[in-house]
């Protein structure tokens, strides 16, 4: 399911809102075969004219949840860079993106899980995603003088997002063998100071 860039731009806010929203949890409760324009229509209170009116399809309804997920995601970590001590950018980085990520589940796995098996993402798409990456690069730059990191920041980047996604969708999948909360935000935390400590010399 390739899908180009949603036309959802058109669709009225609140409109917009309820079909996504339906859609999601749709998806959340029964998976993605369940998630049919029927049944979204139905759940958000539309018709399933409109619904492809506005999206052109599932794989467009899916590249809207995709490219609005990584939109407000990258809001998320831009403003946790800013916000971030400048010596220690990269931790409430991390922090910020575990905490988008428990708080958005079913659009998470949209977005980095393959939630919908056959939705391909459009290359605008994938632009869109892949500019969310740009704050990592640039917390890391901020703080390989300060922590000792050396070598290409891009490539660095890359390894601490991979570290931090593998502890995010344990946690989601329920497989991080915690006890509660409170060893799982240990674990993390203690994860990502050894993610950093591998890339020091």
């Not at 999948?173 to 994860?191: H, S, V």
Request: include cysteine; glycine fraction near 8%.
């Amino acid at each position: 399911m390739t899908a180009p860039l949603s036309r959802a731009i058109d669709v009225p806010t609140d409109t917009r809102s309820a079909i996504l929203s339906a859609a999601l949890s749709i998806l959340q409760k029964h998976g993605a075969g369940a998630m049919t324009m029927r049944s979204v229509a139905s759940a958000a209170g539309c018709s399933t004219t409109g619904v492809y009116t506005y999206f052109g399809g599932k794989a467009g309804l899916v590249e809207a949840i995709f490219i609005d997920g990584f939109q407000n995601f990258g809001e998320t970590i831009h403003a946790a860079r800013r916000a971030s001590p400048a010596d220690q950018p990269l931790a409430g980085l991390a922090e910020a993106y575990r905490a988008w990520a428990l708080s958005n589940p079913t659009q998470y796995m949209v977005m980095f899980g393959r939630a919908v098996p056959d939705y391909v993402p459009s290359t605008d798409a994938r632009d869109v995603a892949t500019s969310t990456f740009d704050d990592l690069v640039a917390s890391t730059r901020l703080t390989m003088a300060t922590l000792d990191l050396v070598g290409d920041p891009i490539e660095i980047a890359h390894h601490l997002w991979a570290g931090i996604h593998g502890y995010v969708s344990l946690e989601l999948a329920g497989m991080d063998m915690a006890n509660d909360d409170a060893e799982r935000t240990k674990r993390f935390r203690l994860g990502v100071v050894k993610l950093l400590r591998g890339c020091m010399r």
